[in-house]
């Protein structure tokens, strides 16, 4: 996805400040991106953390941030944008 339009849906989504931005409207805007499509699945273990033991969190980190440095700059950074906002307004099982 082009980083200039990400950046407009995002503050469409949430407001200029983010001041919308909430547990369900950022899980929300997550799912709606990647069905929208970026061209390829999203990297293996984003929401594999959520599920693991804390043994195999580091190798799904390893493997996602490996995947993320060959992806074209703009979809990395989307990418790393998405799994971070998901996980910090993370706040429990659906």
Known sequence: MDLDVFRQKVRATFGPGLENATAGTIHEFV?????EGRGEPPPSG????????????????RNYFLQVLDMPL??????????AADMAFYDGPD
Do not use: F
Request: charged share 25%; proline share 3%.
């Open 31 to 35: 799912r709606q991106i990647e069905a």
């Open 46 to 61: 984003r929401y594999l953390l959520r599920e693991s033991s804390p043994a195999n969190i580091h190798q799904i980190l």
């Open 74 to 83: 703009d979809d990395a950074i989307v990418s790393l944008w998405l799994t």
